[in-house]
């Protein structure tokens, strides 16, 4: 079974910046859509990006100006970059996987790391 880990997470001012990373235990890029997500207390868990094999990004609206989502296929790593961040980016912070060759899609998940954003 693919294994996902995430790191990076913290306490971040208002307007910093924050560089999250998702470790796999095997190369699964080509074939896999990577994502992270987020849940904040109270709602719930909702897409922040994702980027698929074949390298198309998507974002939310919430961060579509202020996100950016990459692979390192070297290192089995896939990361998020996020600037200007603001309270409401407080929320555990999820890497998703899922395969693209499944007729069903199952999904992978990392166990989260907390961001929070807080003068």
């Known amino acids: 079974q693919v294994q996902l880990e995430e790191s990076g997470g913290g306490l971040v001012q208002p307007g910093g910046s924050l560089r999250l990373s998702c470790a796999t235990s095997?190369?699964?890029?080509?074939?896999?859509?990577m994502g992270w997500y987020r849940q904040a207390p109270g709602k719930l868990r909702e897409v922040v990006a994702q980027v698929t094999p074949a390298g198309a990004t998507n974002y939310a609206d919430s961060v579509n100006d202020r996100a950016t989502i990459s692979r390192d296929s070297a290192k089995n790593t896939m990361s998020l970059l996020m600037d200007n961040l603001k309270p409401d980016d407080t929320a555990v912070y999820y890497c998703?996987?899922?395969?693209?060759?499944?007729?069903?899609?199952?999904?992978?998940w990392g166990q989260g790391t907390q961001v929070t954003v807080s003068s």
């Open positions: 998703n996987a899922y395969d693209i060759r499944a007729t069903t899609r199952y999904d992978l």
């Open positions: 095997t190369n699964i890029f080509n074939f896999y859509v």
